[in-house]
């Protein structure tokens, strides 16, 4: 079945650093685009980056371009979000997000950025 798991998260400074992980496993993970949410308490789920099959093509949300880079890794089976420049508006739940005819989501690591 399919199986996503994300890392990463924890408490940092403004202005500081993450590097968030998505292992993912059931599917054949080369085929498929990936892509980041995130949500913060009473919001609604966001969409904060995607990045195709290949890695060749990745989207950003505005609110995270120049700071945040998906990348993935075909051969961990693996997609990352780096994060560079923190806010305390990006602390949130970042979940990984698969639609390979349906959709499955990880449960989620909580980051937290506060002085």
């Known amino acids: 079945q399919v199986q996503l798991v994300e890392s990463g998260g924890g408490l940092v400074q403004p202005g500081g650093s993450l590097r968030l992980s998505c292992a993912a496993s059931g599917f054949t993970f080369s085929a498929y685009g990936m892509s980041w949410y995130r949500q913060a308490p009473g919001k609604e789920r966001e969409l904060v980056a995607g990045?195709?099959?290949?890695?060749?093509?990745?989207t950003y949300a505005d609110s995270v371009k120049g700071r945040f880079t998906i990348s993935r890794d075909n051969a961990k089976n693996t997609v990352y979000l780096q994060m560079n420049s923190l806010k305390p508006e990006d602390t949130a739940v970042y979940y990984c997000k698969v639609y390979n005819g349906r959709i499955y989501w990880g449960q989620g690591t909580q980051v937290t950025v506060s002085s």
């Open positions: 990045i195709s099959a290949s890695g060749g093509s990745t």
